[in-house]
């Protein structure tokens, strides 16, 4: 059984870019959550969506970034016009119940040039 | 309310000796509280978790306490090797008996150096 998969693994923009985070939760998991951590902290509950349904989004910077998790297809995390606070390592988790998820990926690290 | 503290943010322990890594939260809802490690480059992975019904949980070398008037929590970690040497990170959570919430609430991180 294939754990959470993420990619790209690392992404580069420049400021002003787009960055797509792909997140494809574990086989049965329909529940999805994200975190970014930034160096030297511990990660920050961005969103958690279930297919078709963000549920709980108090985490989510309000502009630029929105999150989506379709009925088919991966999770996908999207940054619009990014600037440098921007980078960081962006996580996602999976769960097969509601409830917190404890399969973490391997992470997206974005740098923003 | 929200936040969980962890201390110390890095240690060093000598190999075969006990790996002590404290954290405290305030807000009395969190019913669920595991610890991840992570290695540099990669994702947290869950080590050990406890819920507040039980005051210690153990998992091989690894072993939770858990103080619930105290809002306490710890992880030992028995015979440290070299290998554990990672980050370690509490966290904590609620609602995970058929609430809505579920999202993890992480303290900043306690770097771990085992020396041979």
């Known amino acids: 059984n294939a754990g959470v998969m993420q990619n790209p693994r690392h992404l580069v923009r420049r400021r002003g870019q787009e960055a797509r985070l792909r997140c494809s939760p574990m086989k049965g998991h329909s529940h999805v959550y994200w975190y970014r951590q930034l160096p030297e902290e511990g990660l920050k509950f961005m969103v958690y969506?279930?297919?078709?349904?963000?549920?709980?989004e108090s985490g989510m910077p309000k502009e630029r970034f929105s999150a989506e998790f379709p009925k088919e297809g991966p999770s996908i995390l999207r940054i619009q016009q990014v600037v440098r606070g921007d980078s960081a390592a962006y996580f996602c988790?999976?769960?097969?119940?509601?409830?917190?998820?404890?399969?973490f990926g391997p992470g997206t690290r974005l740098t923003v040039l | 309310q929200q936040q969980v503290k962890q201390s110390p943010q890095s240690l060093i322990v000598q190999k075969g000796g006990i790996s002590i890594i404290n954290c405290a939260y305030e807000?009395?809802?969190?019913?669920?509280f595991p610890w991840y490690q992570q290695f540099p480059g990669k994702g947290p992975a869950l080590l050990i978790a406890?819920?507040?019904?039980?005051s210690e949980k153990k998992e091989g070398r690894f072993t939770i306490s858990f103080n619930k008037s105290a809002k306490q929590f710890s992880l030992h970690i028995m015979d440290s090797q070299p290998g554990d040497s990672a980050t370690y990170f509490c966290a904590a959570s609620w609602g995970n008996y058929g609430g809505s919430q579920g999202n993890l609430i992480f303290g900043k991180g306690t770097k771990l150096s085992v020396k041979p």
């Open positions: 807000n009395t809802a969190f019913d669920y």
């Open positions: 988790a999976s769960s097969p119940i509601m409830g917190q998820g404890d399969y």
């Open positions: 406890i819920r507040p019904d039980v």
């Open positions: 969506l279930q297919k078709e349904n963000i549920i709980d």
